[in-house]
Nanobody, 122 residues
């Protein structure tokens, strides 16, 4: 199965943008649906966005819809999360995740990355 490594987190001011990247190692990256989750201090991990292996279907949580966009480049084995108009409440550790094949509803990922910290100051 793939292994995932996130990058691109950091400290920004409210209103700024960041782009997170998740590089996958291993074969058949396009066979995996990819997603992003986040976990704020003292809160449960929550779903942010996911994208199908073919890059044709995306789904984004209501809390970030219109501000965050998920995309993937199968030639580079990488998935991205473009985050615009960041708010202090977006502060969290962001995790990349993968699921082999179809990923719908509450299906859990098969693979998790180690996470990258995003901090948004007011």
């Amino acid at each position: 199965q793939v292994q995932l490594v996130e990058s691109g987190g950091g400290l920004v001011q409210a209103g700024a943008s960041l782009r997170l990247s998740c590089a996958a190692s291993g074969r058949s990256f396009s066979s995996y649906a990819m997603g992003w989750f986040r976990q704020a201090p003292g809160k449960e991990r929550e779903f942010v966005a996911r994208i199908s292996g073919s890059d044709t279907i995306t789904y984004t949580a209501d809390s970030v819809k219109g501000r965050f966009t998920i995309a993937r480049d199968n030639a580079k084995n990488t998935v991205y999360l473009q985050m615009n108009s960041l708010k202090p409440e977006d502060t969290a550790v962001y995790y990349c995740a993968a699921r082999l094949g179809l990923w719908v509803g509450q299906m859990p990922p098969n693979v998790w990355g180690q996470g990258t910290q995003v901090t948004v100051s007011s």
